[in-house]
C-alpha cells in the first residue's frame, strides 16, 4: 500500500469515527469505553479489509494463472480470426486450469482487466471456430 493510500485510509477512518461519536452522543448516553471498543473495532476491521485486498494479488496461484492468462489473451490476438475445432478444443484444454481459476472472479480481481478479458473470450471461445 503507497503512502498516499495510507494516509487517505487514515484520514477516512478518522472521520468515520467522529462521524460515529456524534451519532452516538445524540441517541446513546456518553461512555467513553463504548466509543472506544467501537472505534477500535472499526479501525481493526478497515485494516483487515485493505491487507486482505492486499493479499489477494500477491497470492501464488493467482500470479501463476494471471501469466497464463496473459500468454492466453496474447495467443488470441495473434489468430486469424478464426480457428478449427481441433485447434480450439487444443487451446481449451490447455487453458483449462486458469478457466476454472477465474470462473466468475471478474469482480473479485476488478483491478486486473487482464481477467475480465480472458473470462470474455474463454467463457465464449467455442464461437471461434470455422
Known sequence: M?????KLTIGLMSGLILILD????MYVSPRPTTYLISAVILIIL?????????????NPTYLKNLQIINEFLA?????????????RDRIKSEYAIAGKFFKNKT?????????KNFN???EDFDNYII
Open 2 to 6: 503507497d503512502e498516499l493510500s495510507l
Open 75 to 87: 495467443m488470441v490476438r495473434l489468430l486469424n480470426d478464426y480457428v478449427t475445432w481441433v485447434q
Open 22 to 25: 456524534t451519532i452516538l452522543k
Open 107 to 115: 469482480n473479485y480481481y476488478k483491478k486486473e482487466t487482464a481477467v
Open 46 to 58: 478497515i485494516v483487515y479489509r485493505l491487507l486482505s485486498e492486499k493479499k489477494k494479488y500477491e
Open 120 to 122: 470474455e473470450i474463454f
